[in-house]
């Protein structure tokens, strides 16, 4: 029967157990020298030398310190065995040896309560009990010496040693059902801490990863805790990592606010503010507060209680554009339907307005002409791109990949873009892959290649270098295309929704090229990605924005696609 408290706590590096096992090896070394000190004390005081019992003293206090000093980080195993010889079957033989060797009215069997005790609370139950038995064969041997020696036969010495070995025998039970008890109450102590503390590690992990900004404030306006977002929130990493006082920065005013009021009314409390921080724009926030739970008066001492308010804090710009991607993924389902119907019309009305235009002489007339040519165009093109997503997801699951080979298939897009307009269209073509071979649908890379591109001239400077298209191959040998331009950064609020549909930072786009250049890398097995990245460029270190598309390794040989066998989307 393994004991309880070892079971409980041998995992830990200072367990109960470990502690309770030093302390009986400092406990017999103490035992040991008061025992040598008395020896040495009574034989000077009656001028006589027991050497025998002097040596033994001596020899016992040596094998205490050896045990005390190699054995303390290894606790022997609980059960039965050899292994407790260093300490209970010493201990066991010195008091028995000192009993029989002393000559004078000194009665050392009360020291048999440290084995058993020993045995009763780092032992098993079995252990526990063969050492008080030992114990009591030990006293009532010592009566029959007594009785031998002084040639008595003492039956009261007889029953003086059975009494003293059954009451060694209550202890050693309780004491062994304590400290399994003891055991127990450890072991679920232990137990809640991990859970505590794992759940703190995951609430931790939670908040440090929310959109939305959390802060821990106290009565006192001291910030606690705050997660990244938060601070982000609040102005930015450059103020200092919690605690901070909530009062340093005037733009802060209205969270103070809030949260004196949620103290002070004990409810939580929500409202839209704005931080006003000198020199940039508000930072429009929903504030939401909650306190942490009342105290409990009978088991909760007010002393060791601390409301705190916890404060959410919710970009509103965020909100908003959430609730535009919403609208605006509403009205593109209805407009894919409606596509279908203007298109017709639409082609009548730019065939119309052509023969006008070959009859009319008046410039104004003429201007109008081309105004009417040039709306119908555009909402030509955004018919087109509302129905290109209905023509991607019924094609693309029938089309067929092809190997090719990247690097000149990038050559040939970039060549093909690039020349419907040489003095805009320029870039550092960096093609770093020439062996790579991915597994595409040419016209798909095309498409998606071009959309990036397209992307990258709207918002690039007019550098040379300010736009990049490079391929490369990942340490991990998977095939890289990389459009960068030196654009300014994306909003968060605009980067989270790069690849949904109907969505776009300007009034002008239908939102739709990111979602399609997704759904094809999809489709081929690839993925697309974007990423802030500086390139050291010969004006220097310049940040800025890269669409990454990650390809899957190729599987199949290189084949010459054919026009005939792609259909383009």
């Not at 739709?512 to 802030?532: D, K, T, V």
């Amino acid at each position: 029967m393994e004991s309880p408290l070892l079971a409980s706590t041998s995992g830990l590096p200072e367990s109960p157990f470990l502690r309770l096992w030093r302390g009986f090896l400092t406990g017999r070394v103490m035992v040991a020298l008061c025992l040598l000190l008395l020896q040495v004390l009574g034989q000077i005081v009656s001028a006589t030398a027991n050497v025998p019992v002097l040596g033994l003293c001596l020899l016992y206090l040596v094998a205490t310190l050896l045990l005390r000093v190699m054995a303390h980080e290894r606790p022997p195993a609980p059960g039965a065995g050899a292994q407790w010889l260093p300490s209970i079957g010493v201990d066991l033989a010195l008091i028995a040896g000192l009993q029989l060797l002393q000559t004078g009215p000194l009665n050392f069997t009360p020291l048999f309560g440290l084995p058993v005790l020993m045995a009763a609370v780092l032992g098993t139950l079995t252990l526990a009990l063969g050492t008080t038995a030992a114990v009591t064969l030990l006293l009532l041997g010592w009566a029959w010496w007594s009785g031998h020696r002084l040639g008595l036969d003492d039956a009261q010495s007889y029953l003086q040693s059975a009494l003293t070995g059954t009451g060694y025998f209550l202890v050693a039970f309780l004491v062994h059902q304590l400290a399994t008890r003891l055991a127990r109450e450890q072991l679920l102590a232990e137990r809640s801490q991990m859970a505590a503390r794992a759940q703190a590690e995951v609430s931790s992990l939670v908040i440090q990863n929310l959109h939305d900004g959390v802060l821990v404030v106290d009565d006192h306006d001291t910030v606690r805790a705050a997660n990244p977002a938060a601070l982000v929130l609040l102005g930015g990493s450059s103020y200092a990592q919690p605690p901070f006082d909530l009062t340093l920065d005037a733009a802060w005013t209205p969270l103070v606010q809030l949260a004196r009021r949620s103290f002070r009314r004990a409810a939580p409390q929500a409202a839209d503010v704005d931080l006003l921080h000198p020199g940039q724009s508000p930072t429009g926030l929903h504030v939401r507060t909650w306190l942490t739970s009342p105290r409990d008066p009978i088991h909760e001492p007010a002393a060791s209680f601390e409301r705190l308010c916890v404060i959410f804090l919710h970009d509103l710009r965020e909100m908003e554009a959430r609730l535009r991607t919403e609208k605006l993924a509403a009205m593109g389902r209805m407009s894919a339907a409606v596509a279908h119907e203007i298109r017709n019309p639409l082609a009548a009305i730019m065939q119309a307005n052509a023969l006008l235009d070959e009859d009319l002489q008046d410039p104004g007339h003429k201007r109008l002409a081309t105004m009417v040519r040039q709306n119908a165009e555009r909402l030509a093109r955004i018919a087109e791109d509302v129905l290109d997503i209905a023509r991607v997801q019924r094609q693309i699951g029938d089309v067929a990949a092809a190997t090719l080979s990247l690097d000149d298939t990038v050559a040939q897009i970039w060549q093909d873009w690039s020349r419907h307009d040489p003095i805009r269209r320029r870039a550092q073509v960096l093609l770093e892959a020439p062996q790579a071979q991915v597994e595409f649908d040419t016209e798909h890379l095309r498409r998606v290649l071009v959309n990036l591109l397209d992307n990258a001239l709207r918002y690039m400077g007019n550098q040379e270098d300010s736009l990049v298209v490079n391929t490369r191959v990942s340490p991990a040998g998977q095939a890289v295309l990389q459009v960068w331009s030196d654009g300014a950064p994306l909003d968060p609020s605009i980067e989270r929704h790069l690849f949904e549909p109907f969505f776009s930072s300007e009034s002008r786009s239908s939102g739709l090229g990111l979602y399609i250049c997704r759904e094809l890398c999809q489709r081929h097995g690839a993925s697309i990605a974007y990423q802030r990245v500086q390139r050291t460029l010969a004006r220097g270190v310049t940040g800025g924005n890269a669409f990454a598309v990650s390809f899957r390794r190729a599987t199949r040989p290189v084949q010459t696609p054919s026009l005939f066998d792609t259909p383009v989307v």
